[in-house]
């Protein structure tokens, strides 16, 4: 009887909800509330670039906003994209659509420190992948893990980083190291406590 009930993909055809069991389940979750989820910076932060684009055009700041969020809290949660929708006045998947896209954003907790290293053709060539080797060993994680303490976050494969004349290079926190030696990104991870 329950399987004559349902329509396609599990949907009761009447009530338009998700069936668990005998239990139709909503789709829909509580809405986000921004000013709870959002600081007063965040806020800021979207509103000054919302600012920059027409009004009919918010969803142009969805990247400035997740980058806020993501730089204040270190990763972005369903709750806080649903945040960032809500202030903006978009549908929850736009936001979602950036977020999952770009290699930028991360939706899990990492490390507090994130570290990129360039292995794009020229810092390739000047031993970007003998640099990431050497992290690598030196933090005890692959790409595209965290360390056990939680400091550092080894940032999935990274597409150029345009600083093909400080090759071989690597960005840790935003901010770029050129012309790297294993000794100088020892120095440099042992400073980013």
Known sequence: MRAHARGRRGRDRHA???VRGDRPVSESRPAAEPGVLLSAH??????????????????????AALHAVQHERGYLTQETMDAVAAYLGLPPIQVYEVASFYSMFE?????????????????????GEELLAHVERRLGVKVGESTPDGRFFLKAEEECLAACNGAPMMMVDH??????????????????K
Do not use: Q
Request: glycine share 4%.
């Open 175 to 192: 901010v770029y190291y050129e012309n790297l030696t294993p000794e100088k990104v020892d120095r440099i991870l042992d400073e980013h």
């Open 16 to 18: 338009g909800h998700r």
């Open 107 to 127: 939706t899990k907790p990492v490390g507090r420190h994130h570290i990129s290293v360039c292995t794009n053709v020229s810092c390739m060539l000047c031993g």
């Open 42 to 63: 965040v806020r800021e932060e979207i509103d000054h670039w919302v600012a920059k684009f027409p009004p009919d055009r918010k969803r142009s700041a969805v990247i």
